[in-house]
């Protein structure tokens, strides 16, 4: 199963629902996060939801039968099928059902991994191929674009981990 991050922002109650795949910054996350505490700024890994999977994981065991005794396994969860949808989001979950982080907190993350990925010397060190760098390099800069403007407006965001 292959696993990305989408970033979403928020401002006041409007949330941004279109974003790029960050495969790459999810797939190394571990290395990234080990590069934040080289650098003195949160993990990348601290900034993640993980509010769509475990809702996807829920309904999944749902649909097999596998949940909690005396449930109704048989309800359709699934927005596609019938289920509810949020009208702030457009997800079959809310706004406050997720968890928001600070944007500029966010943003001092985004960009001290782009200046080290930007170092050759560290970007060496890092054991990643010049490719890999390059993707990582373009995931972090569409991510650090998306924050600018609510790390300005005290925004929150986050990056929804994904199936």
Not at 49 to 60: E, G, P, Q, S, V
Not at 100 to 118: H, I, M, N, P, Y
Not at 133 to 152: F, K, M, S, T, Y
Request: charged residues 35%; contains cysteine.
């Amino acid at each position: 199963m292959s696993m990305t991050l989408w970033i979403h922002t928020l401002q006041d109650r409007d949330m941004s629902r279109d974003s790029d795949d960050h495969t790459m910054m999810h797939d190394r996350a571990d290395d990234l996060d080990a590069l934040c505490e080289r650098l003195g700024v949160s993990k990348l890994s601290s900034f993640f939801d993980m509010t769509d999977l475990d809702y996807n994981f829920t309904r999944d065991l749902e649909a097999a039968g596998e949940g909690e005794e005396g449930e109704d396994n048989d309800r359709d969860l699934d927005e596609d099928e019938g289920g509810d949808v949020d009208p702030e989001t457009g997800y079959a979950y809310g706004i406050d059902d997720m968890q928001w982080f600070d944007a500029a907190a966010g943003l001092a993350t985004l960009e001290a991994l782009r200046a080290a990925l930007l170092d050759e010397e560290i970007a060496d060190r890092l054991d990643f191929g010049e490719d890999e760098r390059d993707v990582l390099l373009d995931e972090l800069e569409d991510c650090i674009n998306h924050l600018q403007e609510p790390a300005g407006a005290s925004g929150r965001f986050h990056l929804a981990v994904l199936t």
